[in-house]
């Protein structure tokens, strides 16, 4: 079955760029969304279809996809954007990375 | 504005069954798939079930095959998981997301109903 691999942990100091990356086989070649989810909360996705951001997400959230590699990026991050992210691609089925924590502090 | 209501979720013995329900309000929910995600606790999101828009596709992960059932009545604006032979590995927060287009994102979710299966 395909899989997803996400770091465990990513740790920034507020106003830094996060970069949370999401691998698997290929994956340049599928659409690739990210969620975020608060401690408590349900998921938001904060980019969809590899780069594209949904009204109410912050332009500080941007996304790639090429290649095994799939990236988050998170400019000038904010104590408000502390939460577990999770990539999502599609084959066949949805298929969810294990997330990353991120710390900003 | 676009909401998912889920109910249904309790505490269950090993080999029970549940049956979640999800009510949408908000938005044609007759023109699109569904999903079932779920997460065990203090763990990530996994895939459960999905089905196509006339209820006519369905798919599941292979380890609910044969025990969980999904299905809709568009005429309610419902969606529904049957889970039968419920096992502890079943534990989760249950929600009921809609996908945006196929292969896009899950863009509503509800906000879970927890299932706990335990002697």
């Known amino acids: 079955s395909y899989e997803l691999i996400q770091p465990p942990s990513v740790s920034v100091s507020p106003g830094q760029t996060a970069n949370i990356s999401c691998s698997g086989d290929k994956l340049g070649t599928k659409y690739v969304c990210w969620y975020q989810q608060k401690a408590g909360q349900s998921p938001v996705v904060v980019i969809y279809q590899d780069v594209k951001r949904p009204s109410g997400i912050p332009e500080r959230f941007s996304g790639s996809n090429s290649g095994n590699t799939a990236t988050l990026v998170i400019s000038g991050a904010q104590t408000m954007d502390e939460a577990d992210y999770y990539c999502?691609?599609?084959?066949?089925?949805?298929?969810f990375g294990g997330g990353t924590k991120l710390t900003v502090l | 504005e676009m909401q998912l209501v889920e109910s249904g979720g309790g505490l269950v013995q090993p080999g029970g069954s549940l049956r979640l329900s999800c009510t949408a309000t908000g938005f044609t929910f007759s023109t699109y798939t569904m999903t079932w995600v779920r997460q065990a606790p203090g763990k990530g999101l996994q895939w459960v079930s999905s089905?196509?828009?006339?209820?006519?596709?369905?798919y599941y992960t292979d380890s609910v095959k044969g025990r969980f059932s999904v299905s809709r009545d568009n005429s309610k604006s419902t969606l529904y998981l049957q889970m039968n032979s419920l096992r502890a590995e079943d534990t989760a927060l249950y929600f009921c997301?809609?996908?945006?287009?196929?292969?896009?994102?899950?863009?509503?979710w509800g906000q879970g109903t927890t299932v706990s299966v335990s002697s």
């Open positions: 997301t809609r996908d945006l287009t196929p292969g896009s994102a899950l863009d509503v």
């Open positions: 089905i196509n828009n006339n209820g006519r596709s369905t």
């Open positions: 999502q691609a599609w084959d066949s089925f949805v298929v």
